[in-house]
């Protein structure tokens, strides 16, 4: 009835508006999950700003393969590694556009201008550009990349040269980073002298598949397919994000046809997805894990027995069936098995209280002890309930003896006391960058990380060691075998407890053909097409 | 009338004063370092932290800061987004439309629905139709926002799709932002069917955001009412013969209405900070869904900015409000 009655004028007053057709051109609806901080990727470090600017609107000199957390040729055709791994030259694309904007028309193609400028800006402090728009490059420099480039050299309009300080193997993986997306060197060139620069922070061109047309925060982000795009024009016309933060309202907008891709379901309603038949639920292995770290600086973690027992007293399969609710995996090595260099052969710590309790006694705590359990506030991929994982680990090591307070603080002091060593043992958890093992075993558990990332404050010599000869070497099946070994003496020393690897799902509406989850968390759309 | 608007003028100044210190200091009280919480998991090193620290006047004393905050709003700068770089004053006009047509249509909701049901449960005191719009008010007073926003929104949006689920317009329109209010926009645009589109959009979140307080203008209509009708000068006018209806709407009315506009006064301030919920549930991109990101991400900028200019539009109305009470009611501007 209300809805008649509002009705009724509307439509008299849409009679009295102008009329033209609406248009009829194809359009792809992502339902995101929030708005994207800004368009220069960057400068952020979110998924949600990552999808909205680098993965769909520009390229880097590498890509990773869709679907794979391998680098393909990108905007770089090849290139080639010195013998002393301290010289990376890259040949690039020919032909390649840029987009245009309503001020800016690109007056040439690619080349390695653009490739200069992108990184000189995030490297050189006296770049003119690094301090506009507040410049800071939180990835580049979290990536270390500031220590490892010595020089950026131009060879010709097709060729760069990268020079390191270090021999550096994963140097690759960073730059098929969103970070080091590239940027029109002749847009920057053209805002600095209208006196703008930081426009091409809000209205950049990039060389991807789609242009963004229009931008309401809280609201939509609108692009249009790019003409030129080098690897051909995408398949539909429009791609619209639709920000929806309620994970709810996105479900109720998929099966209302209002949206036809929607990321981060809830738990809940997963069942439900899976019977409906106009939906498609797929799945993937996420590229995560959920750990709790034993400070290994504090007594009685120094000792390994006690890591070992402790292990062995936590019930995995019981959290998964809990916190994760079937969208969870039991993890047993600190990279999940997506990634290359996974090492199946390392056994884990099956629930056994009764031996727990015994290496306990050898260790000497044969009463046991009294500890704490920090827990997140968050809600974190890898966990999607910190609060609830603690409870169930505090039940189990209470059988053997152990005392467990639950300890929580808000997110960022959590972060910032962590750091610092304040814990005796911590939940927390990684998603990874670039698909590169270096990303999270040395980022994780190197000693260079203790008092930063390195939650267990743990540096062993050994573990270590293998990590730094992995780095140093660009041969591939060389690098597996050292992470192998690694991922064995990790789970004998046992800093941490390996808790579980969370399982990513995405619906997808049925006439969506050609979508692949991509496994570091990005949502492409170039390679969608809509069936009817 | 002038010496009244003067004399509540001048009590709106230390107001001031006292919500940028408030905000000033709950925002930091609040554990959390903006930049740790920016960095998440990934971490800033201590240099590089001393340094964000620098750039964004964090290492400063905090009267200086507070000092430099106030100086700048002064000017009319309410300084910079931590998050997206942008001045808060200008993602605040860009979001506000949004939130002033959704509370707009709320707050019409509210009135055309609680005023003559109010009134004619006070008329027909003691009836069916009192007691159901008692009950009906009491039930959507206590109704949590998101709950009863999901309950229609999967009965009218899923099930029955009359109404679209979320979001302004329909994605197949692309209207040039040009008053940010999208009714006028869609009008604008000329594009045909973007108008019902966006008012269509308008259906849903306007009866989420405008029951609450439709349900406190019924129930205060109400009361107010039935206190009037019992007055000597109500029988009077009875027994001289006027028509009821006159004597409902010009009799009584005039002096019920004086509770009912203050209580629709405080809801206008209730509406714009309880859009919160509405806005977050149906993803619209109003200025409630922005602050709240902006707690959580310790964005001190747009907490102190945007929370000085709802409060400073909440004291506007009640003004405004105060003010109309003295045309309605002359003696309230002649007492003191």
Redesign the interface.
Known sequence: MKLRLAALPLALMAAGAISTSANAASTLVYCSEGSPEGFNPSFYTSGTTFDASSKNMFNRLLEFKLGTTETEPGLAESYDVSADGLEYTFHLRKGVKFHSTKDFKPSRDFNADDVIFTFARQWDKNHPYHNVSGGSYEYFNGMGMPDLIKDIVKVDDYTVKFVLNKPEAPFIANLAMDFASIFSAEQADYLMKQGKPEQLDINPVGTGPFQKVQYQKDSLIRYTAFDDYWKGRAQFDRLVFSITPDASVRYAKLKAGECHVMPYPNPADLAQMEADKEINLMSQEGLNVGYLAFNTEKAPFTDTKVRQALNLATNKNAIIDAVFQGAGKVAKNPIPPTMWSYNDNVKDYAYDPVKAKALLKEAGYEDGFKTNIWAMPVQRPYNPNARRMAEIIQEDWKKVGVDAEIVSYEWGEYLNRSKKGEHDTVLLGWTGDNGDPDNFLYVLLGCDAVGGSNRAQWCNEEFNNLLLEAKETSDKAERTKYYEEAQQVFKREAPWITVAHSVVYEPIREEVKGYKIDPLGGHYFYNVSLEK | MFQFIFRRLSLVIPTFIGITLLTFTLIRL?????I??????????AE?HAE?SA?LGFDQPLYIQYFNYVSGVLQGDLGNSL???EPVLS?FL??FP?TIELTFCAAIFAILVGLPAGIIAAVKRGTLFDHSVMTFSLTGYSMPVFWWA?LL??I???NL????????ID????I??VTGFMLID??LS???????SA??HL?LPS?VLGTIPMAVIARMTRSSMLEVLSEDYIRTARAKGIAPWRVIVIHALRNALIPVITVIGLQVGILLSGAILTE???????IG??LI?SIGR?DYPVVQGGILIVATIIIVVNLLVDIAYGIVNPRIRHSR
Request: glycine share 12%; proline share 6%.
């Open positions: 609040i554990p959390g370092d903006p740790e919480v920016m960095a998440g998991e990934r971490g800033v090193s590089r964000l750039q998050v997206t770089r993602e860009a979001l949004a999901l929104m999967l009218f949006s899923v799709g009359w109404t679209p689920v979320s979001g302004r994605v197949v329109y692309w040039d932002n869609s009008i000329g594009e045909e069917g973007a108008f019902s008012a269509s259906i009866i977050t549930v149906f993803a619209w991109p109003g869904k922005w990101e310790r």
